[in-house]
């Protein structure tokens, strides 16, 4: 997924693409090879500011900049004679296409998660206590806000946190894990799908649930709650609101120094097993 910084937004990122776009066809448009090769070197001077408004680092340099980007920079045009029109012509059309696939990236998250998404990001120490019972907590009161259309968001990181804890000696919190796991397989059939999660003390609630799947591509942080900060950085830009959910109070203090929302889930606001209607 491209990422947007967390002061972004969707619509003026594309904006930015779209006018990245033009200027480069632009570029496509010179005369000689050396023509185009000193218009690109103009274009990404001035893409990276534009673009570095919009999208983190990394983003910068998969879409504007592009594995070649030093090469060209620095090629002697006599090094190359008549294959300096075949090495800038394919990299013009390579950057054409980081540029499309990047917007129908953020058009696809944008419609995936909606404008008035709240997304509620659940760590393990949530699903291990919770599990079924998640839809019975009264998150109105935990977030203090109007979750109807929310998202619960289960990132892959702590599924494999699970899958870990559930072979890990006879103990609670492996028995826990094997419950946990059980029930979400049983309502979340695919990832990055979301499922109807009517929470019980939401009226007319449209609450989904869904795991996150990594692209392929991605590295994962070493640490579990690392993980899944960053996950939560990368979809603030594409809701209302984004609220990592924890029972532990370093993640809580952890994720709010990274500046965003966090909430502290007590055992208080898990109603009791015996009580609580499963989902």
Not at 246 to 252: E, L
């Amino acid at each position: 997924m491209i990422e947007l910084r967390d002061s972004a937004r969707p619509d003026p990122a594309l904006r930015a693409l779209a006018e990245l776009s033009r200027q480069i066809v632009s570029v496509q448009s010179q005369t000689t090879a050396l023509d185009r090769l000193n218009a690109w070197r103009s274009w990404s001077a001035a893409g990276q500011v534009t673009a570095r408004a919009h999208f983190t680092e990394a983003a910068v340099r998969e879409v504007v900049l592009g594995p070649h980007y030093a090469l060209l920079q620095s090629v002697a045009v006599g090094d190359y004679g008549p294959g300096l029109a075949s090495l800038i012509d394919a990299e013009i059309l390579s950057r054409l296409e980081a540029l499309d696939q990047a917007r129908e990236q953020i058009e696809s998250e944008r419609r995936s998660w909606g404008r008035d998404c709240i997304a509620i990001v659940l760590d393990t120490s949530v699903l291990l206590e919770a599990g079924p019972r998640l839809s019975q907590i009264a998150w109105d009161d935990v977030l203090n806000d109007i979750t109807r259309e929310a998202a619960f968001v289960i990132p892959i990181a702590a599924v494999e946190e699970l899958d870990n804890l559930k072979d890990r000696g006879n103990s609670e919190p492996r028995n826990n894990a094997r419950f946990a796991l059980k029930w979400l397989g049983d309502l979340v059939r695919s990832g990055n799908q979301s499922t109807p999660f009517p929470i019980g003390t939401s009226r007319d609630s449209k609450a989904s649930i869904r795991v996150w799947v990594d692209a392929n591509d991605r590295v994962p942080l070493a640490e579990v709650d690392r993980d899944i900060i960053d996950r939560a950085q990368q979809l603030v830009p594409y809701t209302k609101k984004t609220v990592i959910a924890s029972m532990d109070r370093s993640m809580v203090l952890r994720a709010r120094a990274y500046g965003l929302s966090a909430v502290l889930v007590d055992d208080d606001h898990i109603p009791a097993r015996a009580n609580a209607a499963t989902a």
